[in-house]
């Protein structure tokens, strides 16, 4: 999801790739209730920056899309960039001057022209770096920034660009937008909790009571994980000893990025919206671990547990060495000075225990029933006049009634033709009709896994064009997902292998062919990250996506994606492994673009699909629309 090393032209493109990722799936456009702005207000609140700026010294400021822990989901007292500009995407940059401009990528640039009047609009992969414009256009002296809510590695990049240009980059530890904020909402936290008591073997035994096959009931039973094991696999006190391993004597650990602190001690929260992580901090030594949090009834034997605020307090005690992440801000780096970055933890996180695939795969069987129900829902209910608001919902309701369901990892993307080639479109009241495509990108949060899926539909008859860009982008897709490669194989190499049937024809998409998912954690995860520019090696027990995509802007979008893990076929070579049990939409297939074994490869998987998903399917609706879509096809 997340770059890091990306075209050095644009240092905004460099910063937020690298922060948030550039991903078709990352934050969906949310209506911000608290924040946001009208073109009024939007006007009133550049001008009483503009206001505040000449009282303090400087002649532009930059406002993120980020909290201080560098979260791609923020909570609402933190969209600051929206109050701004209006602008509700999860990737932008303004820049505040006499000249305001607002840098988004192509992803929202739309959803930016519609929302954000003020401010002058830029892509970050065409037009000039922002200290190319704040040095040419705006002409500033002096550019405001809060260290909070930027990159420390960033931070000092930009000023460095800067300086070089004659600017210089003046640092306020608290925002300035907060100053007019009259109304910004307070920050909440909520409940944390241990999942270390949640068992497996529950949710699969719900899983077996949905069978009404005897005999496949009875090979659900026998393939339950042992009672006694956790959907996490590993106690914190693991965890522990595995991150102290990393650490030499006199060495301390801070972490502000606040999925790996709810890794590493197996807690969960909800303060942030299809995140289940609590705002916290952590600091590491091979003598002692202290937590940051505001969650008062925690006890765990070894870890000393503060309020959140008192961070700071303990962080100006550190004496030795200090390590930080490189997703640590400018701010909590300057705190120490001098320190080491390393993103060993990052690593060990990403690679999944075997009983995390185990959770992550229960997830597909039960989003794998949850989709093939919607989209014959879709069928039988789409003449009498369906929103894509409506289908969300519906996706909603029937998957509220799996009690390991938690959430939506993200909100429901769902576009009927012409919004289907909006990467990131916010299901509205648009009803979808038999003769478009329609693209459905959802995710759920279940207490032993996380979900990421995308597939595009046709109930009508599709035309020969969307047909063979159906097929393009699913070859693309399949040539991934059956690599055996390397283990030395940097990750670009997977995105070009999914691109090559579009350039053939001279076409490509704009994001990211896949992200890394956390387990149970944010459906953005890294490492690693598949994209063009990644120089990640790819590392076995990664879950990740493979989702590639072709849009015609105003007529309409294709997506597929599935989510993978890779895993060992000796100590040289990996291979990709399928987690995905949604069905492919066989009418949408140019067969006679096709390879066999291609073919072959999607007979395999079709095959999977339905020997999970049809003994619970029966009688049910989604039935039809499963057997219909997993049936052998030759060539």
């Known amino acids: 999801m997340r770059f890091k090393k990306a075209p050095t032209k644009v240092i905004s493109t460099i910063f937020f790739m690298t922060l948030i990722g550039f991903d078709c799936a990352s934050t969906s456009l949310n209506e911000n209730v608290a924040g946001k702005s009208t073109v009024a207000e939007e006007n009133s609140n550049v001008d009483e920056m503009l206001k505040l700026m000449k009282e303090h010294e400087v002649d532009g400021y930059l406002t993120f899309t980020s909290d201080e822990h560098l979260n791609e989901y923020i909570g609402e007292g933190d969209k600051r960039l929206e109050f701004l500009t209006g602008f509700s995407g999860s990737n932008g940059i303004a820049i505040t001057c006499e000249h305001p401009v607002l840098y988004t990528d192509s992803r929202y640039y739309i959803q930016a022209m519609n929302q954000s009047k003020k401010y002058k609009l830029k892509k970050m992969e065409e037009d000039e770096g922002i200290d190319e414009y704040i040095g040419k256009v705006c002409k500033c002296k002096q550019v405001g920034i809060c260290k909070k809510f930027i990159r420390s590695q960033r931070y000092e990049d930009l000023k460095n660009k800067l300086e070089s240009r004659g600017i210089s980059l003046k640092p306020f530890d608290d925002d300035l937008v907060d100053i007019i904020w009259k109304d910004r909402p307070l920050r909440t936290f909520n409940r ?259 979900t990421d899926t995308t597939r595009t539909l046709h109930f009508g008859e599709p035309t020969a064009e969307e047909k063979k860009s159906y097929t393009r982008v699913l070859k693309g897709q399949l040539r991934s997902m059956r690599m055996k490669f390397k283990s030395n194989m940097q990750s670009s190499v997977l995105d070009s292998l999914s691109r090559i049937d579009l350039w053939n024809v001279m076409e490509d998409y704009g994001h990211a062919t896949g992200h890394g998912v956390g387990h149970f954690l944010c459906v953005h995860e890294s490492p690693p990250t598949i994209s063009y520019s990644g120089d990640q090696t790819l590392k076995p027990g990664q879950v990740f996506s493979i989702e590639p995509g072709f849009y015609k802007e105003g007529e309409y979008g294709i997506r597929i994606e599935n989510l993978v893990y890779l895993k060992n076929i000796d100590d040289k070579f990996y291979e990709i492994a399928n987690l995905t049990l949604v069905p492919y939409h066989l009418k949408l297939i140019d067969i006679s673009m096709m390879s066999e074994e291609e073919v072959d490869h999607l007979n395999r998987i079709n095959e999977e699909i339905r020997s999970a998903l049809e003994p619970l399917m029966r009688r049910k609706v989604g039935y039809r629309y499963l057997m219909e879509n997993t049936m052998p096809i030759k060539k």
């Open 192 to 450: 944390v909790y241990s999942i270390e008591e949640k068992r497996l073997q529950k949710y699969q035994m719900e899983l077996a009571e949905l069978c009404e096959d005897p005999e496949h009931k009875d090979l659900l039973g026998r393939k339950m994980i042992d009672e006694d094991v956790s959907v996490v696999g590993k106690t914190f006190e693991d965890k522990l000893k595995e991150v102290r391993s990393i650490l030499e004597e006199g060495q301390t650990l801070v972490i502000t990025e606040l999925d790996t602190i709810a890794w590493v001690f197996n807690l969960r929260g909800s303060d942030i919206l299809y995140n289940p992580v609590f705002y916290s901090y952590a600091i590491l030594s091979k003598d002692f671990a202290k937590l940051f949090t505001n969650e008062k009834d925690i006890r765990m034997e070894g870890v000393d547990i503060y309020p959140y605020d008192d961070f700071e307090r303990h962080a100006a005690e550190i004496k030795g060495r200090v390590i930080i992440s490189g997703s640590c801000n400018a701010y909590v780096k300057d705190l120490f000075g001098d320190v080491e970055y390393c993103d060993k933890l990052r690593l060990l996180q990403s690679q999944k225990a075997e009983i995390e695939i185990e959770g992550f795969r229960l997830s597909y069987v039960f989003d794998g029933m949850a989709l093939v129900e919607l989209f014959e829902w879709i069928d039988l209910n789409l003449d009498k006049g369906i929103s894509e608001k409506a289908i969300g919902e519906r996706l909603e309701e029937i998957k509220s009634r799996f009690s390991g369901y938690v959430q939506a990892s993200f909100e429901s993307i769902v576009g009927g033709g012409p919004n289907g080639a909006i990467v990131h479109h916010k299901a509205g009241d648009r009803k979808v009709s038999r003769g478009e495509v329609i693209l459905i990108d959802s995710g759920s949060q279940y207490m032993f896994g996380t």
